[in-house]
């Protein structure tokens, strides 16, 4: 059974600091695309940051500089580190892992945690 558990989600004043964490388990976790997305009320799912099995990362513009993704993968374990929170972060984030092979493509997602950053 595959399990993405996110957690260090909650309440930030903005310009501080927050460090998210998913831990993995029931897949090769180092065979993974790891990834944070986002979805804030009323607005749709989408990227902030993306890690490679091979260590190669992906931002969305609007983190770039502030927010930084990394891996553990002796814990399984994938973070997000967020400086300089905005209010416009507040959203819940969720984990992702994803893997293309040649037996096929698999998807799959954490239940989420909230980060509300206060003005």
């Known amino acids: 059974q595959v399990r993405l558990v996110e957690s260090g989600g909650g309440l930030v004043q903005a310009g501080g600091s927050l460090r998210l964490s998913c831990a993995a388990s029931g897949i090769i976790f180092s065979a993974n695309t790891m990834g944070w997305y986002r979805q804030a009320p009323g607005k749709q799912r989408e990227l902030v940051a993306t890690i490679t099995s091979g260590g190669g990362t992906n931002y969305a513009d609007f983190v770039k500089g502030r927010f930084t993704i990394s891996r553990d993968n002796a814990k399984n374990t994938v973070y997000l580190q967020m400086n300089s929170a905005k209010p416009e972060d507040t959203a819940v984030y969720y984990c992702?892992?994803?893997?293309?092979?040649?037996?096929?493509?698999?998807?799959?997602w954490g239940q989420g945690t909230q980060v509300t950053v206060s003005s």
């Open positions: 992702n892992a994803h893997r293309r092979s040649w037996i096929g493509e698999s998807d799959y």
